[in-house]
């Protein structure tokens, strides 16, 4: 292992900064750190946050990032729709419009429900408000970013963070968050930012290629690797791979005599949730279905949380292939005729 402090690790840093700022679409900075996706949900909040948030819920994820505002101290108001709805521009930018809240929060892609809110329409309603430059707009994109399209800098966002374990099909323990200069200058102004992930402190060290605590040297040589794959596929590319999959997977779903959670229109193009009513009325059993497709080197997600039993997801993001779904849905098309 090299020393985190050494040039050679600032020279691999220098090498995944630039090609980040392309998956994020972004000539800003997108800070690095030894963490999951849920670090920075609490960094974001520390960060930006001085008045109040509106915390936009439709799912799980996005409920956490409502607990996470509290939990750090920080005055919150929840707006939430019913899961398997998206968050939608006009009442996100109404409840915004009174000059209460400083920042908003926003699941982009819900992996509880597989829903997918229009974060382009959501903040081109916030700009357009007599207030809506001092809205901090923090987006988690933990199961989308790579797999859906999100530009960063074409949709004046604020904070946008995801996982290395997700869509980028990286190892666990890496996330990656873009910072605008909007959010970066709020931050200065923000007291108790926090210590490791102070935003002031993470991109003074970004600019010297460093982290402020040690490097995760072994993840970011797997993220160099695996950004130069991503860029070879080309970010449009892969991301038209992510909706050919979505588009094959509601066309099985639907087909086999299921339907979708998601609101119509709203469907992830990395996660598919399917209600587990066939024909609108036969539950299959997951866990069964689960452990057949074990068997055969799968696996498929149940529903999340209270959605368990009533929902099962199929994830459909990273790098697999179309050849890889057609392998999982032959597969399901056995077991299904196990079982009718
Ligand atoms: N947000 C969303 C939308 C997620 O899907 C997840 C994890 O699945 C998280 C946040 C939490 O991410 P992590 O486990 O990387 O902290």
Redesign the pocket.
């Known amino acids: 292992m090299i020393g985190h402090r050494m040039p050679e690790s600032s020279d691999l840093m220098a090498s995944v900064e630039p090609k980040l700022q392309q998956v994020f679409m972004t000539n800003q900075p997108v800070l690095i750190a030894a ?7 609490e960094g974001a909040v520390r960060n930006t946050i001085a008045k109040k948030a509106l915390n936009c819920v439709n ?4 409920q ?2 409502a607990e996470i505002t509290v939990a750090n101290g920080k005055a919150s108001e929840v707006y939430e729709v019913e899961w398997g709805q998206a968050i939608l521009p006009e009442p996100v930018a109404a409840r915004l419009a009174g000059g209460e809240f400083d920042a908003v929060t926003l ?6 429900t597989g829903v997918a809110s229009p974060v382009g329409e959501i903040a081109k309603a916030i700009r357009a408000l007599p207030n809506g430059n001092d809205i901090i707009i923090i987006v ?5 970013l790579s797999g859906a399209y999100l530009p960063f800098d074409e949709w004046d966002l604020d904070v946008l963070f ?5 869509a980028f099909a990286l190892p ?1 323990g890496l ?1 990656f968050c873009a910072v605008s200069p909007r959010a970066m200058e709020k931050a200065k102004t923000v007291p108790n930012r926090g210590f490791y992930f102070d935003f002031i402190d993470m991109n003074k060290f970004l600019q010297k290629h460093q982290t402020s605590a040690t490097t995760p040297i072994s993840l970011l040589y797997a993220a160099d690797v695996q950004l130069d794959r991503i860029l070879a596929e080309g970010v449009e590319a892969r991301i038209a791979r992510h909706v050919a999959m979505r588009d094959r997977t509601i066309e099985w779903v639907t087909s086999k005599g299921f339907h979708l959670f998601a609101a119509p229109g709203y469907e992830s193009t990395t ?1 598919t949730t399917a209600v587990n009513a066939r024909d609108r009325d036969r539950e299959i059993d997951i866990s069964a279905l689960n452990k057949f497709l074990r068997g055969r080197g799968m696996i498929i997600s149940n529903g999340y949380g209270n959605l368990k039993g009533k929902t099962f997801r199929i994830a459909h993001m990273g790098d697999l292939q179309m050849a890889d779904l057609e392998t999982l849905f032959a597969a399901m098309d056995e077991f299904l005729a196990t079982t009718s």
């Not at 963490?35 to 949900?41: D, I, L, Q, Y």
């Not at 699941?107 to 509880?112: K, R």
């Not at 995801?162 to 997700?166: G, P």
């Open positions: 963490a999951t996706g849920t670090g920075f949900m799912g799980a994820f996005s956490r990032m699941a982009h892609n819900e992996t509880s988690d994109a933990v199961s989308s995801t996982s290395s374990q997700k666990p996330a996660v």
